[in-house]
Every structure is written in C-alpha cells, then in structure tokens.
C-alpha cells in the first residue's frame, strides 16, 4: 500500500500561472481533503469530497478548484495563480465507518508551491 | 463554530524530561479529537485518536492525552523524551455530522535539547 501520494513535489509558478495538484489513495476511502499549511497557521481545509461525484468548499476556497476524479483520485486547480497561494498543500483521506482506523484521516507528503 | 488553540509555539525541554503539549477546544457539541506529528519536511502522522470511551488515550512513541470535557481540554504527554521527538505537533478536532473535516490547531514545535 502506498497509502496517499501527491505529485509535484515541488512547484514554482509565476503569478497568473495555473496548474493541476494530484492526489491518489489506494486505501479505499471515500473522503478526500485539500489543506493548505501555513506558518503559525496550523492546516486549513480549501475543499474536501465526502463521496466520488460531490465536492464541498471548506474555510479557504477562493482561488481554487477541485476534481473527484474517481474514487482514488482527488485533484486541486490554481487557475491563476498568486503570491498568496504560496504555501505547503496536503493531500487526505479519511478511513470510513467500517474501517479499523474509523475516522483516521491519512496524509501524503505534501506540495511545496512558490508563486513568484 | 469550532475551534482549537493550543497554548504554546514553541516547547524547548531536555532530553528525558517530560513533557505537557496544551490543546484547548470550542465546541458545543461532541467532538474527535486528534494529535498528529509533523517532522520536518513531511506529511502528518496520526500520534493518537479520541473518538469516545476512555479519557485517557496512549498512542504512539510513548505518548498519551487526556480528554477533559469539562475543561475541553485534550493534552498530550510523554514522561520522558527523546531527542527524535523533536517535531511540529498539532491538536484537531472534527465532527462525524461534518464530513470529517479537521479544524487544525497552530501547531506546536517541541523542541528536544541533549
């Protein structure tokens, strides 16, 4: 199992550049989460998906997008990007209710984004 | 709405002291509550989980909290530490009628001097 993986690494883009964050689990699961971290900020959800078809907005949304692309696959969208959006962005999937790990929320490594 | 704080940024202390991690809630309802592990230039791992039941939760490398509903309070402790405890800590709660979500709190960086 590898468990929740985030491509890029790392990104660099130039303001009002825009680019696709991928994410995949093969755990399973059907709740996926978008979070961005920030220094002295803690984590912050931009959006999560309950179920493969839904997405919902969480506390900071404006200037993304997202895609539940399949069960597996959760996708986060810079349109145009700005120096605000410089930040680390993790990647989560929640075990469900029948699972051991109930209620566990499971993290890739991360994506490291400078806007310039 | 619900919200976290935990009380310090930054915690130095030496090598087999112990240690107090404070996390403070807002809720007026039930919660989950959670401490996740940060090192540096990784994800979060899940250090221990409070879903109902026991107050007292021990998870892994030798830490433990204590849920105190009347304080909502949810404190993470070790009784003695190791230089490879050194890491970002971070206090959350959710609640299962939302999805899920996790509310973070600031994190704390704990420190671990020989």
């Known amino acids: 199992n590898a468990g929740v993986t985030q491509t890029p690494k790392f990104q660099v883009l130039k303001t009002g550049q825009s680019m696709t964050l991928q994410c995949a689990q093969d755990m399973n699961h059907n709740s996926m989460y978008w979070y961005r971290q920030d220094p002295g900020m803690g984590l912050r959800l931009i959006y999560y998906?309950?179920?493969?078809?839904?997405?919902d907005k969480g506390e900071v949304p404006n200037g993304y997008n997202v895609s539940r692309l399949n069960k597996r696959e959760f996708s986060l969208r810079l349109e145009s990007a700005a120096p605000s959006q410089t930040s680390v962005y993790f990647c989560?999937?929640?075990?469900?209710?029948?699972?051991?790990?109930?209620?566990?929320?499971?993290f890739g490594p991360g994506t490291r984004l400078t806007v310039l | 709405a619900q919200s976290v704080t935990q009380l310090d940024s930054q915690v130095p202390v030496f090598e087999e002291a112990p240690v107090e991690l404070r996390c403070n809630y807002s809720?007026?309802?039930?919660?989950?509550l959670f401490w996740y592990v940060q090192y540096p230039n990784q994800g979060l791992q899940l250090l221990l989980k409070y879903l109902s039941g026991s107050t007292l939760v021990k998870g892994i490398n030798g830490f433990e909290a204590e849920f105190n509903k009347s304080q909502t309070s949810f404190h993470l402790r070790k009784p003695s530490v190791h230089i490879s405890d050194t890491a970002e800590y971070f206090c959350?709660?959710?609640?299962?009628?939302?999805?899920?979500?996790?509310?973070f709190g600031q994190g704390t960086e704990l420190s671990v001097k020989p």
């Open positions: 989560a999937s929640r075990a469900d209710r029948a699972q051991v790990t109930y209620n566990e929320q499971f």
């Open positions: 959350a709660v959710s609640l299962d009628n939302q999805g899920g979500k996790l509310i």
């Open positions: 998906s309950a179920s493969e078809g839904t997405t």
């Open positions: 809720s007026s309802v039930s919660v989950y």
